[in-house]
């Protein structure tokens, strides 16, 4: 398919000072948009004015919750070119909570075409200081109007850009996670493995008692017996346990993370023994009192790396390696930061130069 492209002809100012960007809260001068129709399939490529998306008030998405996206970023190289970073990847799995969601398939050789192309179309706003990038959110929602819970038969497939810095504002410090005991986010057989806009929503409550008590996010538990571990807010979470790397396996209430699959791979490059298992709060918690939790982190393409400096758990707060960012985590974060920017070699063949 052929992209249309409609220029934006009132462009708005850039950010000035990069050091102040923070996290989703600039968006740059284009957007792409196609739509799908039952019997057409997906048609109308187009790149057009950043703007709103006027909707019907019955639109199936306000009402059921048909929608899911994903999360990438674009990075200004040292060596002055652009790259993205597994982009294949997050197509991929936009296709896998498409299936989930009951959203047509989208090709995602095209998808990943459509993002170098909007990327490409705003290249001036990709951020150039030491940490930045530009993020990329692809999302596709129903619109059609009807009242009445069944798949939709129309939906959008849009892309918007915005230039960011550091997701946390500690950026690598550590940060406090509180542990959820009460409230669950997903359970296996659920949505909990697609990147559905629902399976957000239903952690807001969580996450802002977690800020109530000084945490920059919250640490989930299974849903059947408040037990095992899952995942860390918007990261996959890692322990360094004895001389291994435990995550907790993909079972169907975990997101595939990218990041996540890079760091395993990273990780066992270099000789470390990573488990992908269950992993229990309880065994957690032991560890730290033995001296064997070496460390914890999170993984995920907004922060990147995140160490985590101590876990709130009921009434107590355990700290992990005196609040420190560890080697493991702060070896990641170079290698994978480094192979974004172009710093280092990409011997993994994990990025896309597209200018």
């Known amino acids: 398919m052929q992209i249309k492209f409609e220029r934006n002809e009132a462009p708005k100012q850039k950010p000035i000072d990069q050091s102040k960007l923070g996290f989703g809260n600039y968006f740059t001068d284009h957007m792409f948009l196609m739509n799908y129709d039952e019997g057409q399939g997906w048609h109308d490529p187009r790149i057009v004015p950043y703007g709103p998306i006027r909707l019907d008030p019955a639109a199936m998405c306000l009402h059921y919750g048909q929608e899911v996206f994903e999360g990438m970023k674009a990075y200004f190289g040292a060596d002055g070119k652009i790259r993205l970073f597994r982009p294949e990847e997050n197509m991929a799995r936009l296709n896998l909570s498409n299936e989930r969601l009951c959203i047509p398939l989208l090709d995602e050789e095209f998808a990943v075409h459509a993002i170098e192309e909007l990327v490409k179309t705003d290249r001036e706003w990709i951020p150039t200081e030491d940490g930045t990038s530009l993020y990329i959110r692809p999302y596709i929602f129903a619109i059609d109007p009807f009242l009445g819970v069944r798949p939709a038969n129309q939906y959008i497939f849009a892309i918007i850009l915005s230039p960011v810095g550091a997701y946390y504002p500690e950026g690598l410090n550590p940060v406090k996670i509180f542990v959820e005991q009460e409230y669950v986010r997903a359970i296996r057989g659920g949505t909990g493995y697609a990147k559905a806009g629902g399976n957000y929503a239903g952690t807001l409550k969580a996450q802002r008692l977690a800020q109530a008590k000084g945490c920059a996010q919250v640490m989930w538990l299974d849903g059947l017996e408040r037990k095992f571990i899952e995942e860390v807010g918007t990261s996959n979470v890692f322990f360094a346990i004895g001389d291994e790397v435990i995550t907790p396996e993909l079972q169907g209430s975990v997101l595939s993370g990218i990041t996540r699959k890079s760091s395993i791979e990273l990780l066992r490059s270099k000789g470390y023994k990573v488990m992908e298992r269950p992993i229990a709060l309880d065994e957690v918690l032991a560890a730290e009192k033995t001296g064997q ?46 192979i974004q920017w172009g710093k280092i070699a990409d011997k993994y063949n994990w990025t896309k130069v597209i200018g």
């Not at 993984?299 to 985590?308: E, L, R």
């Not at 009434?315 to 290698?335: K, M």
């Open 293 to 338: 939790l070496k460390e914890v982190f999170g993984t995920g393409t907004a922060a990147v790396i995140s160490p985590v400096g101590s876990l709130a758990c009921g009434d107590e707060e355990f700290v992990i390696n005196s609040n420190e960012t560890g080697p493991i985590a702060q070896g990641l974060y170079d290698e994978l930061t480094g």
